[in-house]
């Protein structure tokens, strides 16, 4: 085993000026696959967010599966989102193409998705990470994207909020006018047989009656009044009482339009910056000082190994060429 690692420890020294050129070479052309004319340069401009004020969205169902983030990221990467920044950033003539192709939405959004990228961080934060030839834009369309989704969320939560003011508009005109109608009858019954307070009422009528009927005396009024109350006093409670209920009903019924006339008038943004979005002045991508080396290394590896095996590939080549003349 040593005398074979000597062996080929020789035969790559021998080959020592010829590795050099190969690395040499190798390096030179990292180098000038790197230059912009070969491969575009790209730079990266990168935010954090966080949601916040996304309340609306869990009134209806509260579930402990879905966080907020993981709303505001379907905001993000939604085609609503995607389309209004294509539209105000001028995308498709941006990135050179042609809207009347009839595959131009299928090719944009390859495009989109390869420059655009969305991640949840370990921090339950959003990343948004965009790639572009021109770091003015790079920065642009990040600062795009959170404000076109704080209008999103924005828009659906004007929405909601419409909606919770119109019925709650209709449940506080339905209790007024049950309201109305229980006070109306209640006016009505008070006024037809003289009931107002009925609980003193009834106790002073009674003393009264049970006075003139121990002393053997009438009054035909009294009488009557009693007559009323022992006929209508529990309609009239139970009128009362009902009025008293619808009331409570009615007064939450107001309470609750009033809150969502307030949430409906709210200006409220739905996103937390934890860091802006830089003007990116490094390139991003190719990295030189990542390919050079790769190239160097795959091409030294190559040339190692054909230099070990070069006279083994030269005698099955020259027996493969002396099989073909002798036929």
């Known amino acids: 085993m040593e005398k074979i690692n000597n062996i080929i420890l020789q035969k790559l020294y021998s080959k020592r000026k010829h590795l050099l050129i190969i690395a040499f070479l190798a390096a030179a052309a990292g180098y ?6 070969i491969i575009t340069p790209k730079y990266r401009s990168v935010a954090y967010v966080y949601p916040a004020n996304m309340v609306p969205f869990f009134m209806e169902q509260q579930s402990s599966s879905v966080s907020h983030t993981e709303l505001l990221m379907q905001f993000l990467t939604s085609n609503d989102v995607k389309n209004e920044v294509m539209h105000r950033l001028h995308l498709a003539q941006h990135y050179k193409l042609d809207t009347l192709d009839p595959k131009f939405q299928v090719i944009f959004d390859a495009v989109f998705e390869q ?14 990470a965009v790639l572009d030839k021109n770091p003015e834009m790079a920065q642009l369309m990040v600062s795009t994207l959170i404000k076109t989704t704080n209008q999103l969320i924005f828009n659906e939560h004007e929405k909601k909020f419409k909606e919770f003011v119109a019925v709650n508009k209709v ?4 209790h007024k006018k049950t309201l109305d109608s229980l006070k109306t009858e209640l006016k009505q019954l008070g006024e037809k047989y003289h009931l107002v307070e009925i609980e003193s009422q009834a106790r002073e009528a009674y003393k009264n009656y049970y006075k003139l009927l121990s002393e053997g005396k009438e009054n035909v009024k009294l009488s009557e009044a009693v007559a009323n109350m022992n006929e209508h006093a529990a309609e009239f409670i139970s009128l009362d009482n009902a009025v008293k209920n619808e009331t409570g009903e009615y007064i939450k ?9 307030r949430d409906y008038n709210r200006k409220l943004s739905y996103t937390i910056l934890a860091s ?7 390139v991003y991508y190719p990295k030189r ?16 190994l054909y230099f070990i095996y070069f006279e083994k590939i030269q005698q099955v080549w020259l ?9």
């Open 32 to 37: 000038i696959v790197t230059l912009p004319f």
């Open 115 to 128: 420059r655009v990228k969305f991640s949840l961080t370990r921090f339950e934060s959003a990343e948004i």
């Open 171 to 174: 449940y506080v005109e339905s």
């Open 253 to 261: 019924a107001q309470d609750n339009y009033n809150q969502s006339v």
């Open 276 to 282: 802006a979005p830089m003007l990116p002045v490094e």
């Open 289 to 304: 000082s990542f390919v050079i080396p790769i190239c160097v290394l795959a091409s030294l590896a190559f040339s190692v």
């Open 319 to 327: 027996a493969m060429r002396g099989k073909k003349e002798q036929a």
